[in-house]
């Protein structure tokens, strides 16, 4: 729309919004100051020294007090600490210092904005390739993207995975005590592999990506995780890991980043045992674009437009579900490929969880 003197502007409304964007370049910028305070240990100090002054925090973390000064007082702006001006000091609320430094906590965001200021960081890449329509495949991130990922997604597979969705698949979970074969497929740096392994002792695990330097990473983190006795980690395509005979294939976040995730359903169709189960877990969105509209669906389609659809379009076929695919669109992928059971076993506000049964 061109703006010219026949258009009525509503400036009340033209203010709102203005003042709305405001409020959206300080979060932008706090993507980065998060990391910042993430990654000096500010939060952390913060969580265990109660209410200091800069300098008592900036003693604390070997950093420099203008810098810390400045950062505490971008943070209280946004109400991620509190500030007394009577005193000086500033202070870490206690939900604040669970969603901040607890990594046990399915609250944990570091590692959000982690991904998000990675997204931005790569993000000029991702415009040159939106020029040509080529893609930008999740091997040429950088650490904040590969690192950020592992550290968001993991605290939901903490608080659901073992307690919530395996036990709502049909009798997966008794098989996994028994001793199953599992392949968990696009498994990153491992943290849902590691996460099942070390709940069911009795089974066998490979975990699989084509992303070669993620596979290593996911093998340190098995080694430290001490179940290297029952995860082994294999650099393969979807379409192609190797082995058959598997009771589960998981494959979690992955699919909709996949080219061509038909050629991975049939392939996971071939190398299940006549009873097996896929289990897919995405991210949550509803079928139409009207029903995403609201914050969740905002962060996927921005991580999606930077992420998941280039993935996708960097790979042979190039189908790009985008992370907002929904279940109808998911459906149409697990039964074009021969499964003939499908049905959303659990979800969470983040996620969807799929079981596909040959
Ligand atoms: C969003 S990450 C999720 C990683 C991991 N599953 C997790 O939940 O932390 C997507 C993963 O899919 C992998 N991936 C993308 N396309 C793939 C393909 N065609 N075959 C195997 N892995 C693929 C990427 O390398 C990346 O590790």
């Given at each position: ?31 980065a100051l998060v990391v910042m305070g993430d990654k000096l240990g500010l939060y952390q100090a913060l969580a265990e020294a109660g209410p200091v002054t800069p300098d008592q925090l ?48 399915p609250a944990y965001l570091p590692g959000f904005f982690q991904l998000a200021l990675g997204s931005v960081i790569d993000s000029p890449r991702i415009m040159e390739a939106a020029r ?83 596979v290593k990473t996911a093998r340190r983190r098995a080694g430290d995780a001490a179940v290297g006795d029952r995860v082994r980690f294999e650099t393969a395509a979807a379409s192609a ?118």
């Amino acid at each position: 729309m061109s703006i010219d003197q026949h258009t009525e502007i509503d400036q009340d409304k033209l203010m709102q919004f203005v003042f709305r964007a405001v409020g959206e370049v300080g979060a932008t910028l706090n993507a980065a100051l998060v990391v910042m305070g993430d990654k000096l240990g500010l939060y952390q100090a913060l969580a265990e020294a109660g209410p200091v002054t800069p300098d008592q925090l900036a003693a604390r973390t070997g950093t420099a007090e203008r810098y810390v000064r400045e950062w505490l007082n971008a943070q209280a702006a946004g109400d991620f600490v509190t500030y007394e001006p009577e005193t000086g000091r500033y202070l870490l609320p206690p939900e604040q210092a669970m969603a901040l430094t607890d990594a046990s906590s399915p609250a944990y965001l570091p590692g959000f904005f982690q991904l998000a200021l990675g997204s931005v960081i790569d993000s000029p890449r991702i415009m040159e390739a939106a020029r040509s329509g080529a893609g930008f495949g999740w091997h040429e991130h950088g650490t904040d993207v590969l690192d950020g990922c592992e550290r968001f997604f993991r605290p939901g597979y903490n608080a659901n995975l073992i307690s919530q969705w395996l036990p709502a698949l049909d009798g997966v979970t008794g098989k996994l005590e028994r001793g199953a074969l599992v392949a968990d497929v696009g498994c990153g740096h491992g943290s849902s592999t590691i996460l099942m392994a070390q709940a069911f002792p009795a089974s066998a695990f490979v975990g699989t990506d084509y992303h070669d330097g993620s596979v290593k990473t996911a093998r340190r983190r098995a080694g430290d995780a001490a179940v290297g006795d029952r995860v082994r980690f294999e650099t393969a395509a979807a379409s192609a890991y190797a082995g058959d005979g598997y009771d589960l294939v998981t494959m979690f976040d992955c699919l909709h980043d996949m080219g061509d995730p038909l050629g991975a359903a049939r392939h996971v169709r071939g190398s299940l045992k006549p009873d097996g189960t896929w289990m897919i877990v995405e991210p949550y969105a509803e079928d139409r674009v009207e029903g995403n509209l609201n914050p969740v669906g905002r962060a996927y389609y921005a991580f999606s437009t930077l992420l998941c659809t280039p993935a996708s379009l960097s790979q042979e076929v190039g189908l790009a579900l985008g992370a907002q695919a929904g279940e109808a669109r998911i459906k149409d992928v697990v039964t074009a490929a021969g499964f003939t059971r499908f049905r959303r076993a659990a979800q969470t506000p983040f996620n969807l969880v799929f079981e596909a049964r040959p």
